[in-house]
């Protein structure tokens, strides 16, 4: 298989990026038998490993025409006279490229959350915290995995774009390790719960809704370990440090929405950006997709306490602060149900499969 790096359409990229760490890996000699919540959560993060390479049938394929079989409207071009004047050919290149687009970011980010889930395990000051969060590098690894393989089906990739970047470098920068946990477990988990779960449920290819599946049954423990931690941890702090954490929040939030615009797809398919990326941001479709991402957000930063009148006017204005009353169990409770009945799904599909086989062995042996 190739490796990714020969199917980004952008030259020169560096095969390797690094950030400076300046933090002090904790040890915990105390090896007291860990919070009840924190150890269950591990025991989970533990029965509930997957292998990507049995657990998803890779044999299926991406359509030609359009990948992952989902609608035209999710991309805002679709409503400029740029898509109306394209022929067949060049509307299912731009399809492949926007969905690879969007795979590849979900891809760096799963790398970006391996690399934050192993800064934590080595900074958090618990044990308890340690088991769990290494049960969450492995399943990050996983998620590279399973997206890698799903990439190479596209025939294009695109490295991390620069929003999403900056986002991780300051994750990775800052040497509170609160904050990783804040900008990983909250804001880009929780925006890419947002974003997996609309192609699981709007896709039509069933290679894509299973990856996306199988990944979010694992990211609600991920979340679920950011938010008993910060749970735990902010009400220690000051007022002013709690302003600051808010103060991160807010322009995180602001960064993500209003500069995830993918001009390197427009850039590459000699395209006119600025009028695609207008068209992107005026579209019905996007405008509330751009609030939905929020919806895992807002309830958990509501829940681990960072909800001064100053970040609540801040998601009013964005328009999600309705967000703040999602049952976020009920939703967690959805993503694995779903996993499950792709389970159900792949499990028939192995018995006809055994089945056939069989029977056409019985047809064989009664001609003979
Ligand atoms: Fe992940
Ligand atoms: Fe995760």
Redesign the pocket.
């Given at each position: 298989m190739a490796s990714l790096r020969d199917l980004y359409p952008i030259p020169d990229i560096d095969p390797c990026w690094t950030v400076p760490q300046g933090f002090e890996s904790a040890f915990d000699w105390e090896y007291d038998d860990g919070r009840k919540q924190m150890m269950h959560l591990y025991q989970k993060g533990k029965d509930m490993q997957w292998d990507a390479l049995s657990r998803i049938d890779w044999d299926e394929q991406l359509g030609a025409e359009n990948p992952m079989e989902i609608p035209d409207e999710t991309q805002g071009i679709s409503y400029t006279p740029v898509w109306a004047r394209m022929d067949k050919k060049e509307q299912a290149e731009m399809r492949q490229h926007f969905q690879a687009w969007t795979t590849s970011q979900f891809m760096q980010g799963?790398q970006a959350?391996l690399i934050c889930?192993a800064k934590i395990v080595q900074q958090v000051p618990d044990l308890d915290a340690k088991f769990y969060a290494s049960t969450?590098v492995m399943?990050?690894a996983r998620?590279v995995e399973a997206y890698k393989k799903l990439l190479q089906k596209f025939g294009v990739a695109y490295p991390m774009t620069k929003p999403l970047q900056t986002l991780v470098d300051q994750a990775l920068r800052d040497s509170r390790w609160d904050m990783t946990y804040l900008a990983?477990?909250v804001v880009i988990?929780g925006l890419?719960l947002a974003a997996f779960s609309n192609i699981r449920d709007i896709a039509k290819n069933s290679l894509a809704q299973q990856v996306n599946a199988y990944?979010m049954q694992?990211?609600s423990?991920?979340?679920a370990f950011g938010r008993l931690t910060l749970k735990e941890y902010y009400p220690q702090l000051t007022q002013k440090e709690r302003d600051e954490r808010e103060e991160f929040l807010v322009e995180a939030c602001y960064h993500m929405r209003d500069r995830f615009e993918a001009r390197e797809i427009y850039e590459i398919l000699d395209l006119p950006a600025d009028e695609c990326i207008q068209a992107q941001f005026e579209s019905g479709y996007l405008q509330h997709f751009r609030s939905m991402l929020f919806q895992r957000i807002v309830p958990i930063v509501r829940d681990v306490g960072l909800w001064s009148d100053k970040i609540q006017a801040a998601y009013r204005e964005m328009g999600v602060i309705d967000f703040a009353q999602t049952d976020y169990s009920a939703l967690s409770a959805r993503d694995n149900e779903r996993a499950e009945e792709f389970d159900e799904i792949n499990k028939r599909k192995r018995q006809e499969y055994v089945e056939d086989v069989a029977a056409l062995g019985a047809k064989v042996a009664a001609a003979e």
């Open positions: 799963e959350a889930a969450q399943d990050e998620h990983m477990q988990e890419a990944v694992d990211e423990r991920h979340v």
